[in-house]
């Protein structure tokens, strides 16, 4: 797959700390959390950072069998890259409040932040469980810095992910280690849909490339 480039573990529940996210090497088992959310459930996943680097939040729509987590169509890729008003070859339709959502509903990006600066969220992704497509399984959310400045996340403070379900409530916060330092994209993990429910799982996987590399790892 690929979309032309345009410049373009401590769980948290109120009170108790961010549990670190570290990076996860081959042959780990990745630590699972369940949410305690039902299938149907309507939920978020916010992206939160403390600098002035332009960061992006990404989501997939995916198949996971076996093999890692797959996409095969542009319409399973939520990201600002695939949307029309920041990309006129992009396949999603942006809404007049800066949100987009894939066709079907089921993952809706709540708008690009050029800054993590005087905001407690930064980019927001709701996740509509009752319109998740039939044979998604996994959805992989990964966070990319716009390449202006070629950062790295060593430049960038107090990168995390934070999970909450339809009342507000915190169910896992995770902020980045330092080991992620030397990234400049990194899998903030995944969520995962099984017969009891939604789960997250800390991937905690980095790269380096732009956003069409990354996208190839999943395709």
Request: net charge negative.
């Amino acid at each position: 797959m690929y979309l032309p480039w345009y410049t373009e573990g401590l769980i948290r529940s109120y009170n108790m700390a961010l549990k670190p996210l570290n990076l996860v090497k081959q042959g780990d088992v990745a630590p699972k959390l369940s949410l305690n959310l039902s299938k149907v459930a309507r939920f978020t996943a916010e992206l939160f950072w403390d600098s002035e680097h332009d960061l992006d939040a990404h989501a997939l729509l995916a198949t996971n069998s076996g093999d890692g987590a797959k996409v095969s169509a542009f319409e399973q890729v939520l990201s600002t890259y695939n949307c029309k008003k920041t990309n006129p070859q992009g396949c999603l339709n942006g809404n007049s409040d800066g949100s987009f959502s894939t066709p079907e509903g089921a993952l809706t990006h709540g708008g690009d932040a050029r800054t993590g600066v005087n905001a407690d969220v930064d980019e927001v992704i709701i996740i509509d469980g009752a319109k998740m497509p039939s044979g998604v399984n996994e959805i992989p959310i990964f966070v990319t810095i716009h390449p202006s400045k070629s950062a790295k996340f060593a430049d960038v403070k107090s990168a995390g992910i934070r999970i909450k379900n339809d009342q507000g409530v915190v169910l896992g916060e995770y902020e980045l280690s330092n080991q992620f330092g030397q990234f400049d994209a990194v899998q903030m993990g995944s969520l995962l849909l099984g017969p009891s429910g939604w789960e997250f799982v800390e991937a905690g996987a980095g790269f380096n490339g732009d956003f069409n590399s990354i996208l190839e790892y999943f395709s």
